[in-house]
T-cell receptor, first 116, second 119 residues
Framework: AQTVTQSQPEMSVQEAETVTLSCTYD???????LFWYKQPPSRQMILVIR??????QNATENRFSVNFQKAAKSFSLKISDSQLGDTAMYFC?????????????FGKGITLSVRP | DTGVSQDPRHKITKRGQNVTFRCDPI?????LYWYRQTLGQGPEFLTY????????KSRLLSDRFSAERPKGSFSTLEIQRTEQGDSAMYLC?????????????????FGPGTRLTVL
């Protein structure tokens, strides 16, 4: 079974600054995907960024980038130039690649507040 | 297509009543998932469909819970004899595993959820 750990329950950052959210996971699988999802207050969960485990290059989506360390089983999210709209709960998630069921295993999430 | 939709968005019921939720996935998606999210926690997997076949159920899904996807399109999740511990957000997600396509394979897209409150 896979586990995902987000040990920081809350973080705060000043608008326009950079913040890094931590995530570690445990698995015996070699092929998998990792995701960061964002859930704004009272709004639906949306995909922020995705990383395939076989890729050494870290994924980047505009202001969002990841630091994927496969050996350390670490997958952190860096948000650059933070904006007020980034205020949300952020979830790290794991998905085994292949097989019949691509269910997501989520961490407990981290609440990020961006201060004006 | 505007994404995954869920109905109702909110449901308040009394303990012991039955409730049913509906999920309409993105039209070309053949995989559909149900998750449950309690306050301050990450979503937990409940069950999964590929087309109309229910392929896996979590042990979280007690005998009071049943899910269907009769024609491989929309899905329903029914909870019988609701308990206060069933109060949660019920999320639906869909995906379409296309190999060799530029479309992001196996990425799940979530609906807005149904928030259930059991009094």
């Amino acid at each position: 079974a896979q586990t995902v750990t987000q040990s920081q329950p809350e973080m705060s950052v000043q608008e326009a600054e950079t913040v890094t959210l931590s995530c570690t996971y445990d698995t015996s699988e070699n092929n998998y995907y990792l995701f960061w999802y964002k859930q704004p207050p009272s709004r639906q969960m949306i995909l922020v960024i995705r990383q395939e485990a076989y890729k050494q290059q870290n994924a980047t989506e505009n202001r969002f980038s990841v630091n994927f360390q496969k050996a350390a089983k670490s997958f952190s999210l860096k948000i650059s130039d933070s904006q007020l709209g980034d205020t949300a709960m952020y979830f790290c998630a794991f998905m085994k690649q292949g097989g019949a069921n691509s269910k997501l295993t989520f961490g407990k999430g981290i609440t990020l507040s961006v201060r004006p | 297509d505007t994404g995954v939709s869920q109905d109702p968005r909110h449901k308040i019921t009394k303990r012991g009543q039955n409730v049913t939720f509906r999920c309409d996935p993105i039209s070309e998606h053949n995989r559909l998932y149900w998750y449950r999210q309690t306050l301050g926690q990450g979503p937990e997997f409940l069950t999964y469909f590929q087309n109309e076949a229910q392929l896996e159920k979590s042990r979280l899904l007690s005998d009071r819970f049943s899910a269907e996807r009769p024609k491989g399109s929309f899905s329903t999740l029914e909870i019988q004899r609701t308990e206060q511990g069933d109060s949660a957000m019920y999320l639906c997600a869909s995906s379409f595993p296309v190999r060799g396509s530029w479309v992001r394979t196996d990425t799940q897209y979530f609906g807005p959820g149904t928030r259930l409150t059991v009094l």
